[in-house]
């Protein structure tokens, strides 16, 4: 469509709001040629933000923002709300891409509520905003934008069953298109897609079952039909449902064509969808992901019983398309509901199935209850395998990966194993598939993959017993995991200048090896290095059991502070974790 909207003059939604419907369509079209243009050439989400123009732009038009409150689930949709809310530039102009994150940010408007990256709990947040305007005596539209993979989601449930009972102005607009990251999963999809086939008449309503006024959009990417149904439920007085049917990748037709590629893409060409930033596929590097999915589909097929699990994720853990093909009824994936898949892991392994769950670590958190009663109190014998736990990973504040070994090494019964090369993955992946006495979580190492043929694997994870990869006296160097090969490089360094470090493997966090640490005692330094938080992480652990003992402990890690978009080099540096740091902190602490 051909726009003359000059973009830069809107500065917030009063200046979209005496426009008329077609000039809104207009702004439809103009807001979507920069987005392409920035995702294309800076990667971000793709296909979420593409649907949700339309529904943006209605929104703001409509309900009086500020003071109206819409609260965004998966605020990754959001980018155009953000180009009409004040920061248009950061789409615009090249030099400004970064001056926004991913998610809304209460730092950057006052016209984002939260900041959310995870999903799931709009519904439930604005729930207490309507409550608070209430007993205040407050007249504010109170809006939950949900997308409709995010309903699988446990605390959705507890938001909708709660927010029924308000009595009072409560919107809830479900952004149907479909799809989750992948395809959706549950029973609630057949309820919704009824729902469309029948444009919103079926019978079969979940939504009007809790006590919801239900209002359906069969075009959700129809501007004006969004205006009239927004308008009709603006200042109503009861909780109501606007159910809106969208295209995700809306206008860009590979996106469209291939949703769940186009989730979340690196820099791509707008036209053939190839990706620009990745190498040729002949020459792609080792990614962990592949390595478990192919390892869990050989396995697969010498054991019937062995199934992964993903709650949403299964390109995360390397099961695209055609994997979960292969894999058949062996693949479950239950949706965006983590605690589902952790409580259903302990159930098939009461069962006398073979669990492996593959978890991203950010959203892991999200079950930790399930991992304390289900899985740990229970000593079920499920395997978890955990991506992104590391600071070389994801870096948005609100998808940070290095929380996970403090918060789940602290469980007791849950044996938390931190492998430090491929070759040692894979053997405590297949030791943990058959034993069966004890819950094993498996941290995958940050960074690239690397190979160690020289690595002692053994035959029996689940006691504390340390690899000493390098023999030495006077200073110990104890590498977790990704900081396995620092430490060794440290050693080299400080071997230059006269020392012979030892080096530790300790292949777990959640027991000490007492043992091999008793043999450091006469030491004089010993350094813990780990990719996650000092507080409450396995260091302390070893500086605590040294308490009584003259050696100096110097624990290396990373602050306990919320990091956003972190270039993970400068954080290394910062937290003298590069190799020449440490074995500089070791040469101060001998002298």
């Keep these: 469509m051909e726009t003359n909207i000059d973009l830069q003059k809107i500065n917030s939604p009063a200046d979209i709001r005496n426009m008329d419907e077609n000039e809104l369509k207009s702004l439809a079209a103009a807001l979507r040629r920069p987005l392409l243009?920035?995702?294309?050439?800076?990667?971000?989400?793709?296909?979420?933000?593409?649907?949700?123009?339309?529904?943006?732009?209605?929104?703001?038009?409509?309900?009086?923002?500020?003071?109206?409150?819409?609260?965004?689930?998966?605020?990754?949709?959001?980018?155009?709300?953000?180009?009409?809310?004040?920061?248009?530039?950061?789409?615009?102009?090249?030099?400004?891409?970064?001056?926004?994150?991913?998610?809304?940010?209460?730092?950057?408007?006052?016209?984002?509520?939260?900041?959310?990256?995870?999903?799931?709990?709009?519904?439930?947040?604005?729930?207490?905003?309507?409550?608070?305007?209430?007993?205040?005596?407050?007249?504010?539209?109170?809006?939950?934008?949900?997308?409709?993979?995010?309903?699988?989601?446990?605390?959705?449930?507890?938001?909708?069953?709660?927010?029924?009972?308000?009595?009072?102005?409560?919107?809830?607009?479900?952004?149907?298109?479909?799809?989750?990251?992948?395809?959706?999963?549950?029973?609630?999809?057949?309820?919704?897609?009824?729902?469309?086939?029948?444009?919103?008449?079926?019978?079969?309503?979940?939504?009007?079952?809790?006590?919801?006024?239900?209002?359906?959009?069969?075009?959700?990417?129809?501007?004006?039909?969004?205006?009239?149904?927004?308008?009709?439920?603006?200042?109503?007085?009861?909780?109501?449902?606007?159910?809106?049917n969208t295209m995700k990748g809306m206008g860009l037709p590979v996106a469209e064509a291939h949703k769940e590629r186009f989730h979340y893409s690196a820099p791509f060409d707008l036209k053939t969808g190839a990706s620009l930033s990745s190498p040729a596929a002949a020459t792609e590097p080792e990614d962990y992901a592949d390595i478990f999915a192919n390892h869990l589909l050989m396995r697969m097929k010498e054991r019937p019983e062995l199934v992964a699990i993903t709650a949403g994720t299964p390109g995360s853990i390397g099961f695209g398309p055609g994997r979960r093909k292969e894999a058949g009824r062996q693949f479950v994936d239950v949706g965006i509901a983590e605690q589902q898949a952790v409580a259903m892991a302990s159930g098939l392994?009461?069962?006398?199935?073979?669990?492996?769950?593959?978890?991203?670590?950010?959203?892991?958190?999200?079950?930790?209850?399930?991992?304390?009663?289900?899985?740990?109190?229970?000593?079920?014998?499920?395997?978890?395998?955990?991506?992104?736990?590391?600071?070389?990973?994801?870096?948005?504040?609100?998808?940070?990966?290095?929380?996970?070994?403090g918060l789940l090494s602290n469980i007791p019964d849950l044996l938390v194993l931190t492998p430090t090369c491929k070759e040692e993955f894979l053997a405590m992946l297949r030791w943990s598939e058959d034993q069966t006495k004890q819950p094993v979580v498996i941290r995958v190492p940050g960074g690239e993959v690397r190979s160690d043929s020289s690595i002692k694997i053994t035959d029996d994870y689940s006691q504390p017993d340390y690899e000493i990869v390098r023999e030495g006296s006077r200073v110990a160097l104890i590498g977790v995991g990704t900081f396995l090969p620092t430490m060794k490089e440290a050693a080299e360094l400080l071997s230059t200048n006269g020392l012979d470090p030892m080096v530790i493997n300790p292949r777990e966090v959640s027991q000490l090896d007492k043992t091999t640490l008793d043999q450091l005692r006469n030491f004089d330094v010993i350094v813990t290095a780990e990719d996650g938080i000092i507080d409450g992480g396995y260091g302390q652990k070893v500086a605590s059991y040294f308490g009584d003992a003259k050696v100096k402990v110097i624990n290396l890690g990373l602050p306990k502070q919320f990091r956003n978009r972190y270039n993970a080099a400068e954080l290394q540096h910062e937290c003298n974790l590069t190799p020449e740091q440490i074995a500089e902190l070791v040469q101060k602490a001998l002298k």
Aim: proline share 3%; glycine share 10%; no cysteine.
């Design 37 to 244: 243009d920035k995702l294309s050439a800076h990667g971000g989400h793709v296909g979420p933000n593409l649907g949700m123009i339309e529904a943006i732009i209605a929104l703001h038009y409509v309900f009086n923002t500020p003071d109206d409150k819409i609260v965004f689930d998966v605020s990754h949709q959001t980018y155009p709300h953000k180009m009409i809310t004040g920061r248009m530039a950061a789409f615009t102009d090249p030099n400004h891409y970064d001056d926004v994150t991913g998610y809304t940010n209460p730092r950057e408007s006052e016209y984002d509520l939260f900041s959310l990256g995870h999903t799931s709990s709009a519904i439930a947040l604005a729930s207490g905003i309507a409550k608070a305007r209430d007993l205040r005596g407050g007249k504010e539209n109170v809006v939950a934008v949900i997308g409709d993979g995010s309903l699988s989601g446990g605390v959705a449930f507890e938001g909708l069953d709660y927010g029924a009972t308000l009595g009072t102005n409560f919107i809830v607009v479900v952004n149907d298109n479909d799809m989750s990251i992948a395809e959706n999963h549950g029973g609630i999809y057949a309820d919704l897609r009824l729902l469309r086939n029948t444009n919103g008449t079926a019978d079969n309503n979940l939504f009007r079952a809790m006590g919801y006024a239900y209002r359906y959009v069969h075009y959700g990417n129809d501007i004006p039909s969004l205006i009239k149904m927004f308008r009709s439920v603006k200042d109503i007085d009861h909780p109501v449902v606007v159910h809106i």
């Design 349 to 405: 392994a009461k069962g006398g199935a073979r669990p492996v769950v593959g978890i991203v670590s950010t959203f892991l958190q999200r079950a930790y209850d399930q991992f304390s009663q289900d899985i740990a109190l229970n000593r079920q014998p499920a395997t978890f395998v955990v991506f992104y736990g590391s600071m070389f990973g994801m870096n948005d504040e609100t998808h940070l990966g290095f929380f996970d070994l």
